[in-house]
């Protein structure tokens, strides 16, 4: 499925949901689209953002052990606050770091925070694609979100 055909199925979707607040009216959906330049940079500094992740930032307690210089992951990790249920974890990842073949996306319903529950779950994933030994999945101690 195209970027552009994913987005205009969730605009789609996004119509169906009445807003509560509006009296059951639906809004409009508004979508912003940014183009990166490859040539300015911005794209390259998105990407070592990105990697930073898994080797020292929410994700890191997730991928302690875990051979990134062999199979640099990118990742972002997050928090979907849902009240007054326990929010949904997720993390958004792909590797290898500056020739991608994996993309790996996890959301953990009611699981915490992307760092704790999400990101160990990619870990394991990438183990498998990677053909390393699968670790047990287990929560890490991230609580940023």
Known sequence: ???????????????????????????????TAVVLDPGDGALAAVGQGLASVPAAGTAAPAF??????????AGKTGTADL????????????????????????????????????APVARAIYQKLFGLPVTPVAGGADRSG
């Open 64 to 73: 302690a052990g875990f051979p990134l210089h062999r199979f640099p992951v």
């Open 1 to 31: 499925m195209s970027v552009e055909r994913a987005l205009a199925d969730g605009m789609r979707a996004a119509r169906r949901l009445p807003d509560r607040e509006r009296g059951g009216t639906y809004p409009a959906p508004a979508a």
């Open 83 to 118: 009240p007054p249920q326990a929010p949904f974890a997720w993390f958004a990842s792909y590797a290898p770091v500056g020739d991608p073949k994996f993309v790996v996306v996890v959301m953990v319903e009611q699981g915490g925070h992307g760092g704790e529950s999400a």
